[in-house]
Structure formats: C-alpha cells, structure tokens
C-alpha cells in the first residue's frame, strides 16, 4: 500500500518556539494533504486542507498565522506551528490523497507527538 | 450535536466472543462511509468501507442504514488482537475527501 512519512515522530520543546512537522507520500504523488489534531480520547480533528502550489484551507476555529502549512510539491507539506504553547501539545497527524473522488482513500502519515513545556 | 457520533465503551469481551458498535451521523448528505482502526498512540489505519448493501471481511462485517444515519460493525471471534480504538469516519459535506472523524469506541479483548 501507500506510504506517507512524518517527520519528527517526536518533538519537545519551550514554550514560544516554533515546530515544522513534515509530511511525505513516499511512493505516490498526493493530490491533497491533509493535517489532524488529536488530543488524548478525542477524536481527530482536521486542521487543515493542503493542495500543492496553492493556499491551504483551514477549517474554522484554526488559526491560520499559527499554523503555517506549505506544500512545496506533490509528495512534501509542511507544518509549523509557530510561538507554540502549551496547549498546542498533541498528537499531529497528516494524510495524503492519491485521487481526487470522495471515495480515494487517505493514507494516513504516523504521526508526530507534540509537547510544549 | 456532534457530526459522528460513537458510545465510547470501553467493551471488554473475552477471546471469541461477538461484539457490535453503533454510529450515528448527522449529515444526510454523506456519501462515503469507513471504520478504521487505531492503536494507542498510533495513526488510524482503514479496517473498511461501508457500502450501502452491507459488505463483509473475513471477521467483520459493516452495514449502512442511511434512513437512519446509523453503521455498524460486528467483529465476530473476537482476538486479542482486535483490541483498539474503532473510529467511525465519514466524509464531509461540501468537501471531497474531508473526513469527520466519531471519537471511537474502545474495545479490549481479554482472553
């Protein structure tokens, strides 16, 4: 099956610095990625929706000047979560679409683990 | 009202057992429909599709009841293996591919 990276797996760092999280599909062009917010035993909230070379759509309630999301080609997008606090500590997820139909399946990424002390 | 919504369990069933977990939506129109599973502190991953006239996967098997915004999922023989989270997803209105995700129902199967 598709594969779609993260990078880090894992970060911890201050409050007020920044954090880029990473995201690849491995062996296929994705279309589409997208960014989830998990925080513990609640489901996965979508952040954001990310298609190469144009503005990402942020879902409401998402602060785009926060999360910054770049997605500089089919297989890389990037978000940075800027001046993070502690809040902002959770599980990010993304996932990445081959096609374009509502039935195409996403691909989900591992994940990256958040903490802001 | 939250779009997707699942009893959160926790189910615990012993090894062989047959279990079942509900879900209601709230947007009529929704046109695709999954469960997927997910381990502690891991990505979800697909378990399956729903399809309108039911379909089945070895163990398990989804239906779809559309009139009344509900699916389902049985898990027949239950394994240790099958403890997780099962996420009950469909995708949103006015988006291809957005996914609203229920908050899951935890299984654990002891043996």
């Known amino acids: 099956g598709a594969v779609v990276s993260q990078h880090p797996s894992w970060v911890i760092c201050k409050s007020g610095t920044s954090v880029k999280i990473e995201c690849r599909s491995l062996d296929f062009q994705a279309t589409t990625m997208f960014w989830y917010r998990q925080f513990p035993k609640q489901s996965l909230m979508l952040m954001a929706t990310?298609?190469?070379?144009?503005?990402?759509?942020?879902e409401q309630g998402v602060e785009k000047d926060k999360f910054l999301i770049n997605h500089a080609s089919l297989t890389l997008s990037t978000l940075t979560v800027t001046s993070a606090h502690p809040e902002d500590s959770s599980f990010y997820i993304c996932?990445?679409?081959?096609?374009?139909?509502?039935?195409?399946?996403?691909?989900f990424g591992p994940g990256t683990r958040l903490t802001v002390l | 009202r939250k779009e997707v919504e699942q009893d959160p369990g926790p189910f615990n069933v012993p090894e062989g057992a047959t279990v079942a977990f509900n879900c209601t939506y709230s947007?009529?129109?929704?046109?695709?429909f999954f469960w997927y599973r997910q381990d502690c502190r891991k990505e979800p991953k697909l378990l399956m599709s729903v399809y309108s006239s039911g379909n089945e996967d070895g163990r398990f098997t989804a239906q779809l009841n559309r009139a009344s915004q509900y699916i389902s999922l049985l898990i027949r023989d239950s394994k240790l293996s099958d403890s997780a989270t099962y996420l009950c997803?469909?995708?949103?209105?006015?988006?291809?591919?957005?996914?609203?995700f229920g908050a899951g129902t935890r299984l654990a199967v002891h043996p």
């Open positions: 996932s990445a679409v081959r096609g374009v139909h509502s039935t195409d399946t996403q691909y």
């Open positions: 947007n009529s129109a929704s046109q695709s």
């Open positions: 990310s298609n190469e070379g144009s503005k990402a759509t942020y």
């Open positions: 997803v469909v995708n949103g209105a006015g988006g291809y591919n957005k996914l609203i």
